[in-house]
């Protein structure tokens, strides 16, 4: 998962063929998958001067969400 410049998100990534976007924060490092992200938001999210910013306009509360259980090393 591309880690990104970002005060809220460490990783993020997009899978294409089940249009799911992956979001790592950065304060407890929990992990989300956001579900019917259209490929537009995700590359908006990506190219968008703040990501921060975007993710809470565009993404957080936009989409159908699960939390992933956390993983132990």
Known sequence: M???QSAALEQVSYDEASHS???TMRD???TFV?????????DGLIFADSIS???NAHIRGQFPYHEEPHREN
Not at 34 to 42: G, K, L, S
């Open 21 to 23: 976007l992956r979001a």
């Open 34 to 42: 956001y579900e019917e992200v259209p490929q537009d938001v995700y």
């Open 2 to 4: 591309p880690y990104v």
């Open 53 to 55: 910013r975007y993710f």
């Open 28 to 30: 407890g490092h929990r």
